[in-house]
């Protein structure tokens, strides 16, 4: 048995797919307010109204027409806009987290709750207070709050007029925003994330071109922009208080090659480099790394806006932890004519050895093992699993009931390979499963994409009492953690 006896077991969360109560209390929208559900065949689409006054509907890539202004339509459902109701709800959530034994509960604050433009001076006092009254409710059972900063939630008004982090002026703007956090919450939260999956900007790389450059231009910049932004949080959140640990967050895949031709091997290389380690490397490091240049080469990005003292701010503001969401690894691979699979953020070849969800996810715990073995190698910092998780469809049974051992074998075969990295000498310190409680898929809008140990009584189109029902895998949760993660007899 090798966790640590103080270690955080949990579950995470993100404020837009689970709060709802989008324009309530002075709360100012984000894209996920104009982002309507779809499937895992349909995308999501965010809407707006032309300038000609009629509605449009766009990818996520796509840029926004001239003249357009995103708009919430009439005709369409968004579910973000009522999530799962945890804004009113939070005591009752809190209260099954603490019954499942949670050591900690990864949330995310809402930054247009804070500030609904983004750009005011001071912020909604009615956001500030209300997550003070959540971090209280959490402390009354002894669950240590992790907090990330910005969890896909740039406020709308900022992405319209400014951008978004195509423009340097958002540096400020978070950062006062992260301030306010830091101020506000002092004693309160410990634990802070500065980024969700900062490296999803990264475009993953394709060989036949199919990622236009401009894509690798602006993520790249974009990056460059939320990096300093990351480092002068971390040198704030230092100063206000020093007990602060902060931590960047990487969506982890474990890309492996596909075959042994060594095309594929030198492949897999660059895509840990490219889309894995970039952002780290920055973030643990405080520079870029070498390969850096050879990315913005291949890919023709060029006229960087990077200052001397941006530099000074990455060296400075280096993170206490790395933390990154796991769901599954990909195949990758120079051939051509492959299956191929979609995942997290991310597309590879289909792997034989696998099973796939129905969302096309594959499972594999080893990944997980080989992933977090060679983090904790490359950086030597305390590392956090912050998701990891299986969305699947749940049946309510006559009595009520949810039955879900594919859930619980998921996790326990997670926590095995966690076992036997922390076993060869990964300082893994905690653990927070995702959607621990039914929330909205930020990849499809579904919620019938269910991860939580928790299910939430409301289907895709807003239907339900929204009363909340524990799962077996509640059960088996508590258990795991009264256990501290044997599994002998789970
Ligand atoms: C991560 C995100 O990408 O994966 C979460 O940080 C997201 O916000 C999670 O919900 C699972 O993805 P999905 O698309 O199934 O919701």
Same mark, same amino acid.
Request: charged share 25%.
């Given at each position: 048995m090798s966790f640590p006896k103080n270690f955080l077991w949990g579950g995470a969360t993100a404020a837009n797919q689970c709060e709802g109560a989008w324009n309530e209390d002075g709360r100012g929208p984000a894209l996920t307010d104009v982002t309507t559900g779809g499937t895992v065949n349909k995308p999501r689409y965010i809407t707006y109204i032309d300038k000609d006054g009629n509605p449009g509907f766009k990818k996520k890539h796509d840029k926004l027409p001239e003249g357009a202004h995103y708009a919430v339509l009439e005709d369409q459902y968004y579910p973000n806009h009522k999530g799962i109701d945890q804004y009113h709800r939070y005591k009752e959530d809190i209260a099954l987290f603490a019954e499942m034994g949670f050591k900690t509960y990864r949330m995310s604050i809402s930054w247009s709750r804070l500030f609904p433009k983004g750009? $005011?001076?001071?912020?909604?006092q009615a956001g500030v207070e209300h997550y003070r009254d959540v971090f209280k409710e959490l402390k009354k059972y002894n669950i240590e709050p992790l907090v990330? *900063?910005?969890?896909?939630?740039?406020?709308l008004y900022l992405e319209e007029e400014y951008g978004g982090w195509n423009n340097r002026k958002l540096i400020d703007f978070y950062v006062r925003f992260a301030e306010t956090c830091f101020k506000e919450y002092k004693g309160l939260v410990r634990y802070w994330l500065t980024?969700? $999956? *900062?490296?999803? #900007?990264m475009p993953q790389p394709t060989? =036949?071109? #199919?990622?236009?450059e401009w894509r690798y231009q602006e993520g790249i910049q974009q990056l460059h922009y939320q990096f300093v932004a990351s480092a002068k949080a971390v040198q704030i959140g230092h100063a206000v208080d020093p007990e602060n640990m902060i931590g960047c967050m990487i969506c982890g895949i474990c890309y492996y090659p596909a075959t042994c031709d060594p095309e594929d091997i030198m492949w897999n290389r660059h895509m840990w480099e490219t889309k894995i380690f970039y952002c780290s490397d920055v973030q643990c490091r405080g520079k870029y790394p070498t390969y850096a240049k050879r990315i913005w080469d291949t890919y023709h990005v060029? =006229?960087? =806006?990077?200052?001397d003292e941006d530099l000074e701010e990455l060296k400075k503001g280096t993170v206490d932890m790395y933390t990154f969401s796991y769901y599954m690894s990909q195949n990758v691979t120079t051939h051509t004519g492959v299956e191929v699979v979609g995942g997290n953020m991310s597309t590879g070849t289909k792997n034989p050895y696998l099973q796939y969800s129905d969302w096309g996810w594959s499972t594999d715990p080893s990944g997980l093992q080989y992933y977090l073995e060679m983090i904790y190698d490359r950086y030597e910092k305390p590392v956090m699993v912050v998701e990891n998780g299986l969305g699947a469809y749940d049946k309510v049974e006559e009595d009520g009931s949810i039955h879900d051992p594919f859930r619980i074998d998921y996790y326990r075969e997670h926590i095995k390979a966690m076992d036997r990295a922390i076993e060869n000498g990964v300082d893994l310190i905690g653990y927070t499963t995702w959607g621990c409680i039914d929330v909205v898929s930020a990849g499809t809008g579904e919620i019938r994409k269910r991860y939580g140990f928790i299910y939430v @009584?409301? =289907? @895709? $189109?807003?239907?339900?009492?929204m009363n909340r029902m524990r799962k077996d895998s509640f059960f088996w949760y508590q258990k795991l953690i009264a256990a501290n993660g044997n599994t002998e007899n789970l």
């Amino acid at each position: 048995m090798s966790f640590p006896k103080n270690f955080l077991w949990g579950g995470a969360t993100a404020a837009n797919q689970c709060e709802g109560a989008w324009n309530e209390d002075g709360r100012g929208p984000a894209l996920t307010d104009v982002t309507t559900g779809g499937t895992v065949n349909k995308p999501r689409y965010i809407t707006y109204i032309d300038k000609d006054g009629n509605p449009g509907f766009k990818k996520k890539h796509d840029k926004l027409p001239e003249g357009a202004h995103y708009a919430v339509l009439e005709d369409q459902y968004y579910p973000n806009h009522k999530g799962i109701d945890q804004y009113h709800r939070y005591k009752e959530d809190i209260a099954l987290f603490a019954e499942m034994g949670f050591k900690t509960y990864r949330m995310s604050i809402s930054w247009s709750r804070l500030f609904p433009k983004g750009i $005011e001076e001071e912020p909604n006092q009615a956001g500030v207070e209300h997550y003070r009254d959540v971090f209280k409710e959490l402390k009354k059972y002894n669950i240590e709050p992790l907090v990330t *900063i910005w969890h896909f939630d740039t406020p709308l008004y900022l992405e319209e007029e400014y951008g978004g982090w195509n423009n340097r002026k958002l540096i400020d703007f978070y950062v006062r925003f992260a301030e306010t956090c830091f101020k506000e919450y002092k004693g309160l939260v410990r634990y802070w994330l500065t980024f969700n $999956e *900062i490296n999803n #900007s990264m475009p993953q790389p394709t060989r =036949d071109g #199919s990622i236009p450059e401009w894509r690798y231009q602006e993520g790249i910049q974009q990056l460059h922009y939320q990096f300093v932004a990351s480092a002068k949080a971390v040198q704030i959140g230092h100063a206000v208080d020093p007990e602060n640990m902060i931590g960047c967050m990487i969506c982890g895949i474990c890309y492996y090659p596909a075959t042994c031709d060594p095309e594929d091997i030198m492949w897999n290389r660059h895509m840990w480099e490219t889309k894995i380690f970039y952002c780290s490397d920055v973030q643990c490091r405080g520079k870029y790394p070498t390969y850096a240049k050879r990315i913005w080469d291949t890919y023709h990005v060029k =006229d960087l =806006d990077i200052t001397d003292e941006d530099l000074e701010e990455l060296k400075k503001g280096t993170v206490d932890m790395y933390t990154f969401s796991y769901y599954m690894s990909q195949n990758v691979t120079t051939h051509t004519g492959v299956e191929v699979v979609g995942g997290n953020m991310s597309t590879g070849t289909k792997n034989p050895y696998l099973q796939y969800s129905d969302w096309g996810w594959s499972t594999d715990p080893s990944g997980l093992q080989y992933y977090l073995e060679m983090i904790y190698d490359r950086y030597e910092k305390p590392v956090m699993v912050v998701e990891n998780g299986l969305g699947a469809y749940d049946k309510v049974e006559e009595d009520g009931s949810i039955h879900d051992p594919f859930r619980i074998d998921y996790y326990r075969e997670h926590i095995k390979a966690m076992d036997r990295a922390i076993e060869n000498g990964v300082d893994l310190i905690g653990y927070t499963t995702w959607g621990c409680i039914d929330v909205v898929s930020a990849g499809t809008g579904e919620i019938r994409k269910r991860y939580g140990f928790i299910y939430v @009584d409301v =289907d @895709d $189109e807003g239907n339900g009492t929204m009363n909340r029902m524990r799962k077996d895998s509640f059960f088996w949760y508590q258990k795991l953690i009264a256990a501290n993660g044997n599994t002998e007899n789970l």
